[in-house]
C-alpha cells in the first residue's frame, strides 16, 4: 500500500517552524549545516509522521483520511537519532507526547528568535565571574538561569514535585507543588511547633517552622543534611471564591451593593478562613470562622491599602468614593450583609447589626484615626 508522505514544501515549513532544530524537549539538537560542496547542506533532520503513513506503521490510525496522514499537522521534525527512537517504542512516545513536543518546539523557537544562544564564551564569562566575582561581560539572564537549572536538577532528584525557586530577603527559597499526591511523614519538635501545625491541620493556616526543628521521612531538602534551610513553610491550597458585600440602610432599607470581593477559601478540619481583595487590590477582606455553625460571633478583618494611592492626584484617587460611602454606611448604622460564594454556590451569609461601639483601629497613627462620630478618615482595621 502506497504511504502517504508529506509534500517537499511542507517539509521545509515544518523544519523552518522550529529553527531547523529536533522537536524532543530532551534533544532540540542542530540538524543543518554546511556540506562539503560550496552549495551543500548536511541535514541529519526527518520529517516524521506523528500517525504512520501506512497500516503496520507506529501509532497509525485507520480513521484519518490520506491526505491527514500526508498534511504538515500530521509531521514532527525529529533528528534522525529520535525519528529512530520514537518509532521503536510507540507505547511511550504516543502521538499526544509527539504534539506536545511539536507544540512546545514552535513555542520555544518564536521565544528564541532574534536571541543570541548560549555560546562557550558565554560559559567561560559566567566561571569567571564565580571564581574572581568580576564578570568579562553582562550576561542578563545568568540569575534566571541558575535558578532554572537548580529547580530542574531537584526536579529529576524527586519528579513529584514541580520546582520554582527565588532568592527574597537575602535567603534563596525553594517552593515545592506536588504534581501528584505525596506521602511523607514528619515530626515537629516543641509546644510552638505543634501548636502552629495544629492551626494549618484545624483552620486552614500556613505553617512556617524552623527547619531544624522539621524531621522528615520521605521528602529530601535540596542539597540534603547539613544543608537544610533555615525555615520551612507549608501553605495551604486555596479554593476560589468570590465574597459579595452590601449594606442595608436599616431606617429606608435601601441596600448599596459594594464590589465583590475575589479571593482563597482555605479549609482546615475545623474551621475556615478566607482572604481576599477588591477595587484593585486597595480593599483587603478576611477572616477565620468556624466550619459548622455554633452560633458565636465571628469577627473579620477589613483594611486598606493606603500606598496604592501615594503620588496619585488627591481628586481622583482610585476607588476612594465607593469606600468612603461604604464606611459612612457602616458609621451611620447600616447593617453589613456577606456570602460566600464557591463555584457559583452559596457557601454561608452572614450579616452584622448596628454597631453599638466604635470600631477597633490597629497600626494607624493617632493623627489619622478619625475622631468619635466622625467619618472622614476610612478604617485600616476594624473588627465587629
Sequence with gaps: MARDNFKKGDITKLSQRVALRCSNPACRVPTAAPGDTELGVNSIGVAAHIHAASPG?????????????????????????????????????????????????????????????????????????????????????????????????????????????????????????????????????????????????EEGQDAKLPAK??????????????????????????????????????????????????????????????????????????????ILNTGENSSFNISINFALWEGKDVRKLPYFSKIKSFFDGIFHGAELHTSLEIDGDTAFKANTEKMGKEPEFSNVPESVRPAPGSTSNPLTCMAI
Excluded at 490510525?61 to 529520535?82: H, V
Excluded at 501553605?235 to 440602610?249: F, M, S
Excluded at 429606608?252 to 479571593?263: A, C, P, R, Y
Design 57 to 201: 506503521g507506529p501509532r497509525y490510525d485507520p480513521s484519518m483520511t490520506s491526505s491527514e496522514r500526508g498534511s504538515i499537522s500530521n509531521a514532527i521534525w525529529l533528528c534522525s537519532n529520535c525519528s529512530i527512537i520514537i518509532d521503536r517504542d510507540e507505547a511511550r512516545y504516543t502521538a499526544k507526547l509527539l504534539k506536545e513536543w511539536k507544540v512546545k518546539a514552535e513555542t520555544t523557537a518564536i521565544r528564541e528568535q532574534g536571541t543570541k544562544l548560549p555560546s562557550d564564551e558565554d560559559a567561560i564569562n559566567l566561571t569567571t565571574m564565580a571564581l574572581t566575582g568580576h564578570p568579562q561581560k553582562l550576561l542578563t539572564k545568568a540569575i534566571s538561569n541558575v535558578h532554572t537549572a537548580t529547580a530542574r536538577a531537584i526536579e529529576r532528584s524527586d519528579p513529584r514535585f514541580e520546582v520554582t525557586t527565588h532568592f527574597k530577603d537575602g535567603q534563596t527559597v525553594y517552593e515545592y507543588h506536588a504534581k501528584e499526591d505525596v506521602t511523607f511523614n514528619f515530626e515537629v519538635k516543641g509546644e510552638e511547633g505543634v501548636e502552629i501545625l495544629r492551626k494549618m491541620f
Design 213 to 290: 526543628y522539621f524531621d522528615t521521612r520521605g521528602f529530601n531538602f535540596p542539597g540534603g543534611s547539613p544543608d537544610k534551610p533555615e525555615y520551612v513553610e507549608i501553605r495551604k491550597d486555596g479554593i476560589e471564591a468570590i465574597h459579595r458585600i452590601w449594606l442595608i440602610d436599616t431606617e429606608s432599607k435601601v441596600t448599596e451593593q459594594f464590589n465583590d470581593v475575589h479571593g482563597k477559601a482555605y479549609f482546615g478540619t475545623k474551621a475556615m478562613r478566607f482572604e481576599g481583595v477588591a477595587c484593585s487590590g486597595i480593599f483587603a477582606f478576611s477572616y477565620t470562622r468556624p
